[in-house]
Structure formats: structure tokens, C-alpha cells
């Protein structure tokens, strides 16, 4: 059997690596890394295996396959064959690829979204695994996968970003989830600081803190302003921490703009800025020299350093994305757990959250944990509700924490209303227009009776 | 110590107000496997008032020999062009605008094609990005990496050809054309500056190719650009093509240009006179006018034989306004 394996970043692909050195991904007899570029503009950024420190990552795989190469300037999210092709396809990638005739498997990232989704949809009978590097791994899919990708999904392989708290995916559809011990990706990380050796980071003893930038202005859920005031608090919250120093790693997509308010901020707390500009994942950085503290929104960083690291981490703005994201957006959980974790939420309680996250994002395909669900809002405070469930969304699915009635009771009541007004109204009108009409009545009737005879 | 080589490769990027865009243009330059010293980046900064300059000069680190020119006026894209094009030193020559980007390696591949098939310039195809659909669009010529003569690119009239394809952006050019001034754009002009640009280009250089490139260029679709925008510098149209005539008409083979000239005339003046409700009347009489008077500047017969074939639309803008032009003479 030969083992496909897409990944569109470093990160992704070091989680899949570690997966691999922990056994969690069989022994195919061959293993090739598709190298995917998903960056909004992938001109512009380095594919994984350009990186410096990828190394160790390719050493895991047989062989590496670039999907720029067969889609040139098309954008990896957004091309798509067409059913009456796949066949074609099919031969033709085994061909450019080197799968040969036998069974092919498949590890992708995200199965309903391209090019995973059509990757399955060419190699049709492929068992798929997904590899999911982050905290969404815990969240549910926004689309349903279609049926021929369900009937062989065999296991989600995630980085064990919190400890027994269980993917939603893996019990909404009834496969394994298989979580990543710590130590095979610590140890990937070493080797690839090893190989990169990032030269950025200070070597003394003066208080560091790492603040990690997501450019969340990119998803629309911030305007250029208020994510530069963002970092900027983040800024404050290292200084009064202690850190006499920021390093700030923005992400590689983030405006040179965003940069100005930071600076300013850093002046103003009297603190040293470095700005880094390395497309190796923050990750690495935090093994080589681990910073006195993390500072992020929800980045998978800040994640990574609490659980994997154990260093202290600090999280800013979680309220207002909570407030500002889609009652859908995959990247309501990630936020849901670290907004949650700074309230000391953990164990069984956080599990409850995150279902209860998970069934207002997606209360149709979810119905079942409706009732788990009721209790978990019941048992938080009501503020705390609509942040993890958006108001609109609790109203519309009558959850603690409601305000009024949902919709389409509202309408029913609407239209009963207006029944009820109308049966009590409509006799008197009734009464009243033939009381007026009745003086002339019977003489138009009569004079009508006249004139047909 | 001896003076450093001269660059292989120079790009003009012409830049207006174009703060929040113009990094990727120059992050992209940054990959576009050539050596430290071979890539010269003149910056032209148009008169911005939103610190274009600032930003493009952040890049000196990562671009060694970037040149920014600052014009405190903004004096229009063609004039900046010319601007940037003085300062170049590059042996080949190519022109970026601020909101496009390329894929890397493109340069140097360019530079590789001119370096084999020793032409005067090459083009290449390039894909339009709205969002994330991106669509690749083809130079009209299908001959591919091979030495062609320009003039054999201009014709047929009834579908797009060479001359139809006027981006500057799309090629690179060996600065050597620049001494016969057929890399100078005409001064001022603030719309189909490039039209004269490649006419010029096609009837007097003397070898070029039209070559496959991995790192096609890549160009932003933009909801300020000027093909949107409908005001007096729509105007332009007519000079622009004032120029073309004229060149034509000085060229030994001018009858077979016409028909192409008049087609290209007919279907440019009555899309900018079909869009001209848009315009303030004044300038509205005055396009119309413009249009009606390059019509009549054209071969009769020519003129006759495309507006038989144009479409009643085509026909009925064109006819209105060479009777404008015909008027407003009368009337002088």
C-alpha cells in the first residue's frame, strides 16, 4: 500500500511526521508527502519544503510531490476536477505521481475542503486518515463529508493539545481518534532547531516574551485597527508580566501596517521589540529557547507551549472574537478552549464546553447532544453563554440563555395572534357594514328584481 | 576596485497610493532566482500621499539596488514608466505595476529566453486574480519559444492579435530598444497609453518571441482600476490612437494595417462612447467628437468595408459621432 500524505505547511507536516515516529500511521511500503501551498497567495510564501529546518519533516517521508507542479497558477482551494474526469485523473495522477496500480491511502488535512475533497473523490476506495495539527482538530467539520468519503474515514491522528478532551468528528461519525504523544513531536521540533538554528532569538538573560500575531484582519473577523490594537495589548500584558522584551513573530501574511501600533506600544512600556520574519513554525523557536511567556489570540502556539511546553501562556481577545465569529466558523472551538482555559476550565467541565460549542455550531447534524447541551449552558454563567453560543443562535434554538422567543415562534405566534384578532374584529366589521349597507339593500334588490322581470 | 556588472535585469514598478499592496509586489521580487546584483528594482512613487515611498524603501535590505523615485506630482502611469526607464541600468528591462505580483523565478527565466534566442523582447501570458479565482489568459500568439518577426503578430483584424495584447507588464524588453525610443511611452496620456506603445513596438523592432513561462505573472483584479472608472481621462482614447494612426500611416506597409487599425478604432471608440453616459455631457461631446474625427482620419473605404461587418450598435455610435466631427468642423 502506498500512503499519500498532503500537507500545506511545516507545521502540519511535523505533526504528520510525529504521528509517523509514534507508529500511529501504519508502515505502508511506501510513504510520499504531497506538498500543498495554501497560503491566500502562495506565490508569495515558501512551500514547507523550502523552509529551512524541513529536513528532519522530509526524512519521514520516501518521497515529496509538489501539487503546484500539476496546478500551476490555479489556487489549491479552489480547483476542482469534474466527476466525468476523475477516471482520467486517476490514471494520469498515478502516473505523474508514481502510485502504481495498487491501493493507494490516503492522510489528508481537511477532507471536505479542496484539494483533500477532490483527492478523494479521484482516489475513490482510498482509506482516509486525517491529520489535524491544531486545536480545531477538536471541533466539527463545517461541511459534512460526502457519503463515499465517510464510509472510509479509519481515524483523525491529532497533536495532544488537551489531554483527554475528545475530537467531535470522531464521535459524530464513529471513527478513532488517535492523539500524538508529546515526546515524538518535542523531539521533531529539537531536530528541525537543530538543522535551522533560528539565529533570531536573543541569547542572555534579559525576560522574553513571545507574542504570536494570526492576522485575523485576513478572516474578517477584525478590522486592520483593532487587530493592531490587539497586539498592542498584547504588548501590555507581556510587560506586566515582566518580559522587558517582546519578540513579535507575525503572521507571514499580516500587512507591514500592523507593525506601527506594536512598536508604538513596546516604546510606551519602556520594552524591546524584535520583529521576526521566519516562516519556521513558532513552535521550533519555543524548544531552542523557551520564552519566560507566550502571548497569542488562539494560535495553535500558545497551545503547543501550555500543554507540550509547559510554559506559561497568555491569552488576549478571546471575548471579542468570540463575539465577532460566525455561529458556524471552524474557529470557534480553538478560541471556545482557550478562552476556557483562562477561566480554569479542564477535564470533564471543558469537554462539556466544547460539546456545547459544537452543538450550536452545528445543531442539525448534533441534535443528539441537544440535551447534554441544555445542561452544560444551564450550569454558565449567562454572559459566559452567549460567548461560547452566540445570542442570535441560543434565541433561534431556544438555549438557556435566550432572549425571547426563537424565530419561528415568533411567527407562529404572529400568525396565531392575528387569527385570534381577526375573529374577534371581523364579526363586528361584518355586522357594522351590513347594518350600513341595509337601509338600501332591500330597495336596490327590489328595483333590481324590477328590472329582470 | 572595479565598478560593479551592470544588472541583468531591471523592473519598473510604477506606484500611486499604493501602500497596502505594493509589498507583495516586492516580497515577489525577492524570489525570482536571480543573484544579489542582478536584479535592479526602480521604484517610482507617483506622487503618493499614503507613504508608498516608506514602505517600498523598507525593502532596500532585501532588494540590494532598489531605487525609488519620488515625483511630488503625481504625473500619470506612462510619464512615471518613462521615469523609471531613465533610471534603469538593467540590460533587460521590464515594467511591474504596484498591485500585481509574480511568481517566483519568472525574471530569471525571462532573462534565460532573451539570453537564447537573442530578440529584441519577449512576452509572456499571465493570469488575472479576483480573489482566489484566478484565470490564465494567453498572449494570442501560438508559437511559442521560437525567434518570430513582430509584424507577422499584427494581423488578422477579425480576432486579437499581438497588438491587442498591449501590457507592458507581459515581457521583457532588451534596454537597447529604449535608444530608439520604442520603449518610451507618450507622455501624459492617462488611458491606452500602452496602445501606441505596441503598435510601435511590433512594426519597428526586429525580432521577438512569445515565450512559456512556470513563474506566469500574476495581476490583481481591482475595483479602482481604470478599466472601471468612467471619467475625463477616458478621453486619452483618442490621442492614444491619433499616435497609432500615425504610425501606421508612416509605415511602408500601411495598407495592411488599416483594416486592423479601423477594427481596433471601431471597437475601442464605441465601448468608451457606450460607457460615455457616465461622463459629464462636455466631455461626452468632446469624446464623441474625438472618436468621429480619428474615424475620418482612417482610410474611407476602409472605414466602409468594418462598418459593414460591425455589429447595428457599433455602427449607430460610430456613425454619430463621425457626424459630430463633421459638424463640429463646419462649425470651426
Partial sequence: ?453 | MPAPAAPRVSVVVPAKDAADVVADALVSLTRQGLAPGELQVVLVDDGSSDGTGEVAAAFAPRLPGLTVVRHDRALGLASARNSGLAHATGRYVTYLDADDWLAPGHLAHLAGALDALRCSFVRTDHTTVEGRERVLRRAPEARRDVVLDPRGSILPSEHSTMVDYPYAWAGMYDRALATDGLLTFPDGLHTAEDRPWVWRLHLHAHAYAVVDSPGVRYRRGSATSLTQVVDSRQLHVVPAFERVVGLVAADREADRWWPKVARTVVAVGSHHLRRAGRMTPSDRRALRVGVGRLVRSLPQDVVAAELERADDERRRLVRRAVRAAREGEVAA
Fill in chain 1, 1 to 453: 500500500m502506498t500512503q499519500l500524505v498532503l500537507a500545506s505547511t511545516l507545521f502540519a507536516a511535523a505533526g504528520a511526521a510525529a504521528a509517523v515516529d509514534a507508529g500511529l500511521l501504519g508502515r505502508p511500503q511506501e510513504r510520499v508527502l504531497l506538498v500543498s501551498n495554501a497560503a491566500p497567495v502562495p506565490e508569495l510564501a515558501p512551500a514547507l519544503d523550502e523552509i529551512p529546518g524541513c529536513g528532519p519533516v522530509l526524512a519521514r517521508f520516501d518521497r515529496v510531490v509538489h501539487l503546484a507542479d500539476l496546478l500551476g497558477g490555479l489556487h489549491p482551494h479552489v480547483w476542482s476536477p469534474r466527476d466525468t474526469d476523475l477516471p482520467v485523473l486517476e490514471r494520469l495522477l498515478r502516473t505523474v505521481w508514481g502510485l502504481g496500480e495498487g491501493p493507494v491511502e490516503l492522510v489528508v488535512e481537511s477532507p471536505t475542503v479542496n484539494p483533500a475533497a477532490w483527492l478523494a473523490r479521484v482516489l475513490r476506495s482510498a482509506p482516509l486518515t486525517v491529520h489535524s495539527d491544531g486545536l480545531m482538530a477538536y471541533g466539527p467539520w463545517r461541511r459534512e463529508p460526502a457519503l463515499h468519503a465517510r464510509q472510509r474515514l479509519r481515524a483523525l491522528v491529532h497533536l495532544d493539545l488537551v489531554p483527554g478532551l475528545q475530537p467531535v468528528t470522531t464521535r459524530e461519525l464513529g471513527f478513532e481518534a488517535r492523539a500524538v504523544p508529546a515526546e515524538p513531536f518535542l523531539g521533531l521540533l529539537d531536530e528541525m532547531a537543530q538543522e535551522a538554528r533560528p539565529r533570531w532569538w536573543p541569547d542572555d538573560e534579559v525576560p522574553t516574551a513571545l507574542l504570536v500575531g494570526q492576522y485575523l484582519a485576513a478572516l474578517e473577523l477584525l478590522s486592520a485597527a483593532e487587530e493592531a490594537e490587539l497586539h498592542a495589548r498584547m504588548v501590555r500584558r507581556a510587560a506586566a508580566a515582566g518580559a522587558r522584551r517582546v519578540v513579535l513573530k507575525p503572521h507571514p501574511s499580516a500587512p507591514p501596517g500592523l507593525l506601527a501600533p506594536v512598536r508604538a506600544a513596546a516604546d510606551r512600556e519602556g520594552i524591546e521589540l524584535v520583529v521576526v520574519d521566519d516562516p519556521l513554525p513558532a513552535e521550533v523557536a519555543l524548544v531552542a529557547h523557551p520564552p519566560a511567556l507566550v502571548v497569542g489570540c488562539f494560535s495553535t502556539a500558545t497551545a503547543t507551549a501550555r500543554t507540550l511546553l509547559g510554559l506559561p501562556t497568555e491569552a488576549v481577545g478571546t471575548e471579542l472574537l468570540l463575539q465577532r465569529l460566525e455561529a458556524g466558523n471552524s474557529n470557534r472551538v480553538p478560541v471556545a478552549i482557550v478562552h476556557a482555559w483562562a477561566r480554569g476550565l479542564a477535564g470533564d467541565r471543558l469537554q462539556e464546553v466544547v460539546d456545547a460549542v459544537a452543538y450550536g455550531m452545528q445543531p442539525r447534524r448534533l441534535a443528539a447532544w441537544r440535551e447534554r447541551a441544555v445542561r452544560t449552558l444551564t450550569s454558565v454563567p449567562d454572559d459566559e453563554r452567549g460567548l461560547y453560543v452566540p445570542r442570535e443562535r441560543l434565541t433561534e434554538l431556544a438555549l438557556p440563555g435566550a432572549r425571547g422567543r426563537p424565530p419561528h415562534e415568533r411567527r407562529r405566534w404572529r400568525r396565531a395572534a392575528r387569527r385570534a384578532l381577526l375573529s374577534v374584529v371581523q364579526p363586528l366589521v361584518r355586522g357594522a357594514v351590513t347594518r350600513w349597507r341595509g337601509s338600501g339593500h332591500a330597495a336596490r334588490v327590489a328595483a333590481l328584481a324590477r328590472g329582470a322581470s
